[in-house]
């Protein structure tokens, strides 16, 4: 099979797109060399572009694939041949995306991701709209028919089908619908995603502006000083804006279904993903909390997988739940791995002050620069005034410090931390790799020290605990850890 005849004009369209400032400031640069022929450089381009053509035409005629009994077979290149054969029972992902420009001339770009790699290992760009739907299908139903194959050799029980509410697709899988963003909640994801450590960025700004504003609005302070208010206000509702229709366009119409081990999920304005989340390869589970959603009551659940799943996310973490009620995302968090409530053991006091210090000498490094422009470039207006953000120094420092934490049950380590963001991740012992206890020079100072879990999926640490229960804590890890594991094989051996 090969690939859309249209890939050829998409791909020149989006090279061209993506090179033509370049040309032209190149074309205009050459044209205002006395001794240069503005023919030549037309010429040169027109040889440029017949050259883009061609190399298009010819990979479009030298790229091939073709579903082979138990592999996926590619072939491309133009200057240097590659042939490749995909295992289906090694395929992780298949994931589907579609641009704007893609979906004006029904085209979509499939992905293939496979175990063991966070890269992806094949990329067909383009194929049709519907060739691509029927391939993600195909490759679905093959990898879940040589699973059940291998269940049945070793003796496994095959998955039986959902709840009685579920459906069965074109793969012979039953699948249900386990959560969808309607549009209410989907404008509230949106006007909470908003980090609202920029607003400090922007009114830290304001004395610095308003000098440079002075000369536009007159030498009246006071005018100065609303116009400078006014642009800071103004700033800050953009980038709210801006951040909520980012949110809006990436989770427009998002829906995660649930079938057999795995979790599919479609989403997107603009460009529209689709694609699987095998919960098989699942290392972590991530609830996130930003300080408007606790302030609301809601937070959002990702996934953390061995490698990648999908071409929109980073490290192997993908949105199982974009924003929904604490409990709901916990409760959809205990039904994929089945933790129970613990509780969350903080550092030592003696972390709190540490964070107070690093805090009190960030505010006096801004009070520093804010001082030297006074001094050496334009008067600044109240120049003092990051110093009254040493009152606040403290608080942040409880805060931050309330929000750190770590517990331990017999099979997941949890650990929490973050403030403006506040992360809690649950990691299943038998998934652990290893364990790491360090401290930097300001730790050992006062005997803290931070504990690394490491996974597949990346690694949590719970930073600044008493040395010695650091290294209690990194040993319970290990001890639960090798027993987890030694448990699965014991299981495994048993069929």
């Given at each position: ?55 298009e035409v010819a990979r479009y005629q030298r790229f091939t694939y073709a579903l082979a009994g138990t592999t996926l077979e590619l072939r491309s290149g133009v200057l240097s041949r590659r042939e490749r054969e995909i295992p289906i029972e090694r395929v992780q992902n298949v994931d589907v995306s579609r641009t704007v420009g893609q979906r004006v001339i029904g085209l979509a770009t499939v992905r293939v991701e496979t175990a063991g790699g966070g890269n992806t290992e094949a990329v067909l760009e383009c194929v049709s709209a519907a060739a691509a739907d029927d391939l993600q299908t195909e490759l679905r139903r093959l990898k879940r028919a040589a699973a059940d194959a291998g269940d049945i050799e070793s003796g496994d029980d095959v998955r039986a089908g959902g709840k009685a509410s579920a459906t069965t697709d074109a793969t012979g899988e039953t699948s249900e619908v386990v959560f969808g963003l309607g549009r209410r909640r989907l404008l509230l994801a949106s006007a909470l995603s ?302």
């Amino acid at each position: 099979m090969k690939l859309h005849p249209l890939t050829v004009v998409y791909r020149v369209g989006r090279r061209a797109v993506s090179l033509g400032w370049g040309v032209v400031v190149g074309f205009a640069g050459a044209s205002s060399i006395p001794f240069v022929d503005r023919r030549l450089v037309v010429a040169a381009l027109a040889l440029a572009v017949l050259a883009l053509v061609g190399y298009e035409v010819a990979r479009y005629q030298r790229f091939t694939y073709a579903l082979a009994g138990t592999t996926l077979e590619l072939r491309s290149g133009v200057l240097s041949r590659r042939e490749r054969e995909i295992p289906i029972e090694r395929v992780q992902n298949v994931d589907v995306s579609r641009t704007v420009g893609q979906r004006v001339i029904g085209l979509a770009t499939v992905r293939v991701e496979t175990a063991g790699g966070g890269n992806t290992e094949a990329v067909l760009e383009c194929v049709s709209a519907a060739a691509a739907d029927d391939l993600q299908t195909e490759l679905r139903r093959l990898k879940r028919a040589a699973a059940d194959a291998g269940d049945i050799e070793s003796g496994d029980d095959v998955r039986a089908g959902g709840k009685a509410s579920a459906t069965t697709d074109a793969t012979g899988e039953t699948s249900e619908v386990v959560f969808g963003l309607g549009r209410r909640r989907l404008l509230l994801a949106s006007a909470l995603s908003f980090d609202v450590r920029l607003l400090s960025v922007v009114f830290v700004a304001q004395p610095v502006v308003q000098p440079l504003l002075a000369p536009l609005v007159g030498d009246l302070a006071g005018v100065t000083t609303v116009v400078a208010l006014l642009v800071a206000v103004l700033t800050a509702v953009g980038l709210w804006l801006a951040s909520a229709a980012r949110t809006f366009a990436r989770y427009y119409g998002f829906r995660l279904v649930r079938a057999g081990d795995d979790l599919r999920y479609e989403r997107g304005l603009g460009r529209r993903y689709t694609g699987t989340i095998p919960l098989e390869k699942l290392q972590t589970l991530a609830v996130e909390e930003t300080a408007l959603e606790r302030a609301f009551g809601y937070a959002s659940l990702s996934v953390v997988t061995a490698g990648s799943v999908g071409s929109d996310t980073t490290g192997g973490s993908a949105a199982a739940v974009p924003l929904a009620t604490r409990a709901d995302v916990l409760a959809l968090a205990r039904d994929l791995e089945p933790f129970a409530d613990a509780t969350m053991e903080r550092p030592p006091t003696r972390a709190r002050t540490r964070y107070a210090i690093r805090y009190a000498l960030g505010v006096a490094v801004l009070l520093a620069l804010t001082m030297a422009v006074d001094a050496l470039l334009t008067p600044v207006p109240y120049a003092w005034a990051p110093a009254v953000l040493l009152v606040l120094a403290p608080i942040a420092a409880h805060l931050q410090w309330r929000n750190v934490g770590v517990a331990l049950t017999n099979d997941y380590a949890v650990v929490r931390r973050g403030f403006w963001t506040r992360r809690t991740r649950v990691l299943p012992h038998d998934r652990v790799q290893t364990t790491a206890v360090s401290a930097t020079f300001f730790q050992r100072r006062r005997g803290l020290a931070s504990v690394a879990i490491d996974t597949a999926g990346g690694d949590a640490v719970a930073p600044d605990y008493d040395a010695a229960r650091a290294r209690e804590i990194r040993d319970r890890v290990v001890e639960r850890a090798c027993a987890a594991v030694g448990a699965r094989r014991g299981a495994d051996d048993s069929h």
